[in-house]
């Protein structure tokens, strides 16, 4: 069982930057494909990024390419999203999740965090 508590959202100005975090219970943290995923009101919840046990390999989606970056720290059981440049649109709830499986990660993740604020206004 692994358990996922998200913090860092929060509100800022178009332009601006947050990062958010995901920590982990559990002591094979490195074992797992974590993610980033956004669910936007009235919106289907979507994947944003996502990184391998290791740390060397990432996958993003389009819209976040080169302003998101995901990253983990295995000695803290910890996962962070970095976000630079944000815009309106990326305004939503952002979830952290875990599965030991990238392809399954993005279909069907196995365990959730709670879920993240992050507001932009403009």
């Known amino acids: 069982q692994v358990q996922l508590v998200e913090d860092g959202g929060g509100l800022v100005q178009a332009g601006g930057s947050l990062r958010l975090s995901c920590a982990a219970s559990g002591r094979t943290f490195n074992s797992y494909y974590m993610g980033w995923f956004r669910q936007a009101p009235g919106k289907e919840r979507e994947f944003v990024a996502a990184?391998?046990?290791?740390?060397?390999?990432?996958s993003y989606a389009d819209s976040v390419k080169g302003r998101f970056t995901i990253s983990r720290d295995n000695a803290k059981n910890t996962v962070y999203l970095q976000m630079n440049s944000l815009k309106p649109e990326d305004t939503a709830v952002y979830y952290c999740?875990?599965?030991?499986?990238?392809?399954?990660?993005?279909?069907?993740?196995?365990?959730w965090g709670q879920g993240t604020q992050v507001t932009v206004s403009s």
């Open positions: 990184m391998s046990g290791s740390g060397s390999a990432t």
């Open positions: 999740a875990a599965h030991i499986f990238l392809s399954l990660l993005k279909s069907a993740p196995a365990y």
